[in-house]
Structure formats: C-alpha cells, structure tokens
C-alpha cells in the first residue's frame, strides 16, 4: 500500500468543524483512501471511504482532490467524543497498514 | 452492520503461560481475519493472516511458534500467545471484513484484548 502523510496532531474547538488532511501522493489508481479512528484503548472504528469522489456519512465527509493525491476527512461539528487519534489508509484490498495518523484533541 | 467481537478485553497473566485471544464475527462469515498489535503510544501493526482452512500467514519478524493461529471456524479465529513472557505484553487486536460486502468494504476491529504479561 502506498504511504500517506498526516499531521501528528491537531487541535479543535467543540462544535467547529474539524478538518483533518492526508496526503497520498504516490496513491495507485485502484487504491481506495479509507479513514478510522482510534480511542484510547479501543479497536479501530471505520469512519468513511472513498476513491475519487466526495462522500458523506452520518459520521463525516471525505473531500478528494481531483489528482487524488489529497484528502480531508471533515467533522463537522466536533465533539469532545471525537478526540482520537485519526489514521488515512490506503487500501486496494487484503489487510490495512497504518501509519501514526494525527491526534486530535477537541477543547471546551 | 458487520460486527467483530474479541474476548478476553483484558488478561493478567504469569510469564512462561500461555494465553488465548479469540475473535469472532458475529453476522457474517469470515474467511479471512488479521491479527494486529499495538504497544503503547505506537501505531498498529500487522502481525499475521488468518485463514479458515489453511495456515496463517505471519509477517516479517513475527514468531509462528509463539503466535500460534487457529481459524478453524467461518466465524471464529484464536490467537495463543505461548510461553508469554514480559514483552509479549500488548494491545492485541483483531479484525476481518465481510466477503459479501466486496474485497474492499471496510475492515471491522474487535475492541482488542490488553495482555499484561507478569
């Protein structure tokens, strides 16, 4: 699976969007960018997917950038239950790689 | 929607024991499940594949011998760590994905096991 970048960590007000971006510049044209979250001492939870076009969940929204080497996961109105540490994957398939993803932090 | 259920969550054990670690799905069946682990303040890593039928699939640099993986069941694989000793101890983590959703619906975690190894 190709490399993604994020940023180790982030800060953001309850109630503001959180905007939290990944670079995957070297992405293969079959790989699907997929999101989770970790809280602390649980298992992964899925968040969203996508391949090249925008999507949206009850969870989230996932903008692509048309080159795809890009991705914004966005909560749109964050929650103190949202901090977690956010992992961008690159998948096409099989088991998931993950990277250190970013942390983020949602203050009163 | 899919659902991966791991037991134990937590288990203290003495070094030299060995623990089991099973994961199961509870709606649908899975062929096909992976093993992870995650040591404190560090990311997940893969450690091995496990296949109804057939014999697991391990990653570079972990031990066979001492993850031992049973997948004997479409709904239930087990990870024995043997002879567990200090280091073994862990955040241990499994998952699968359902085969009727397509090969790139998502993965489903269980929400790990926490081994402490005395």
């Given at each position: 699976?190709?490399?993604?970048?994020?940023?180790?960590?982030m800060?953001?007000?309850?109630?503001?969007?959180?905007?939290?971006?990944?670079?995957?510049?070297?992405?293969?044209?079959n790989?699907?960018?997929?999101?989770?979250?970790?809280?602390?001492?649980?298992?992964?939870?899925?968040?969203?997917?996508?391949?090249?076009?925008?999507?949206?969940?009850?969870?989230?929204?996932?903008?692509?950038?048309?080159?795809?080497?890009?991705?914004?996961?966005?909560?749109?109105?964050?929650?103190?239950?949202?901090?977690?540490?956010?992992?961008?994957?690159?998948?096409?398939?099989?088991?998931?790689?993950?990277?250190?993803?970013?942390?983020?932090?949602?203050?009163? | 929607?899919?659902?991966?259920?791991?037991?134990?969550?937590?288990?203290?054990?003495?070094?030299?024991?060995?623990?089991?670690?099973?994961?199961?799905?509870?709606?649908?069946?899975?062929?096909?499940?992976?093993?992870?682990?995650?040591?404190?303040?560090?990311?997940?890593?893969?450690?091995?594949?496990?296949?109804?039928?057939?014999?697991?699939?391990?990653?570079?640099?972990?031990?066979?011998?001492?993850?031992?993986?049973?997948?004997?069941?479409?709904?239930?694989?087990?990870?024995?760590?043997?002879?567990?000793?200090?280091?073994?101890?862990?955040?241990?983590?499994?998952?699968?994905?359902?085969?009727?959703?397509?090969?790139?619906?998502?993965?489903?975690?269980?929400?790990?096991?926490?081994?402490?190894?005395?």
């Amino acid at each position: 699976d190709a490399k993604t970048t994020q940023p180790p960590s982030m800060d953001c007000a309850e109630g503001r969007a959180a905007n939290l971006p990944c670079n995957h510049s070297t992405i293969s044209g079959n790989e699907y960018v997929y999101w989770y979250r970790q809280i602390h001492s649980q298992g992964p939870q899925y968040i969203i997917h996508g391949l090249k076009n925008n999507e949206t969940n009850e969870m989230a929204s996932l903008i692509i950038t048309e080159d795809r080497k890009s991705s914004t996961l966005i909560l749109p109105h964050a929650t103190l239950r949202d901090t977690a540490v956010y992992y961008c994957i690159l998948v096409s398939g099989y088991a998931l790689n993950f990277g250190k993803g970013t942390s983020l932090l949602v203050t009163p | 929607g899919a659902v991966v259920s791991q037991h134990p969550s937590r288990v203290i054990c003495k070094s030299g024991t060995s623990v089991k670690i099973e994961c199961r799905s509870l709606d649908f069946q899975a062929t096909t499940m992976f093993w992870y682990r995650q040591f404190p303040k560090q990311s997940l890593m893969l450690m091995a594949t496990s296949n109804e039928g057939s014999k697991a699939t391990y990653e570079q640099g972990v031990e066979k011998d001492k993850f031992l993986i049973n997948h004997a069941s479409l709904t239930l694989s087990t990870l024995t760590v043997t002879s567990a000793h200090p280091e073994d101890s862990s955040f241990y983590i499994c998952s699968a994905r359902d085969p009727g959703l397509g090969h790139n619906s998502p993965l489903h975690f269980g929400n790990g096991t926490r081994l402490t190894v005395t």
